[in-house]
Nanobody, 115 residues
Framework: QVQLVESGGGLVQPGGSLRLSCVAS????????MSWYRQAPGEERNLVAT????????NYADSVKGRFTIARDNAKNSVYLQMNSLKVEDTAVYYC????????WGQGTQVTVSS
C-alpha cells in the first residue's frame, strides 16, 4: 500500500521556522521525484518545491526561493521541507506528493503563521 505521511506543522510567529517531514512507504522511494505542495483556504493547491530522486536537482516556487529548502534521505524514505523566515502568507495545509505515475498525496499538515 502506497502511503505518504506528513508531520511537523504547527503555529509559528512571522519570521520563525518549521521543518516538515514526509515519510513514504509502499514504493521504491529512491527512484521517484518528490514534491511539496500547499493549499491556503479558498485557494488552489500550488507547487512549493520538488527534488529529484538523487537529490541533485531542486526547484522552488518564486514565493519561497531563498527561504525554503527541500531535502531527502533515501535511507529513511523521507523528504523534508525546511521553512525559514516564515510569513503570514505561508499559512496553508502542506502536502507531499509523488507521481508513480498516478499521483499519490499525503493527508497534509497545517502550517499557521500568525502573531
Amino acid at each position: 500500500q502506497v502511503q505518504l505521511v506528513e508531520s511537523g506543522g504547527g503555529l509559528v510567529q512571522p519570521g520563525g521556522s518549521l521543518r516538515l517531514s514526509c515519510v513514504a512507504s509502499g514504493f521504491i522511494f529512491s527512484k521517484f521525484t518528490m514534491s511539496w505542495y500547499r493549499q491556503a483556504p479558498g485557494e488552489e493547491r500550488n507547487l512549493v518545491a520538488t527534488i529529484t530522486p538523487t537529490g541533485d536537482t531542486t526547484n522552488y516556487a518564486d514565493s519561497v526561493k531563498g527561504r525554503f529548502t527541500i531535502a531527502r534521505d533515501n535511507a529513511k524514505n523521507s523528504v523534508y521541507l525546511q521553512m525559514n523566515s516564515l510569513k503570514v502568507e505561508d499559512t496553508a495545509v502542506y502536502y507531499c506528493k509523488v507521481i508513480l505515475p498516478r499521483p499519490v498525496w499525503g493527508q497534509g499538515t497545517q502550517v499557521t503563521v500568525s502573531s
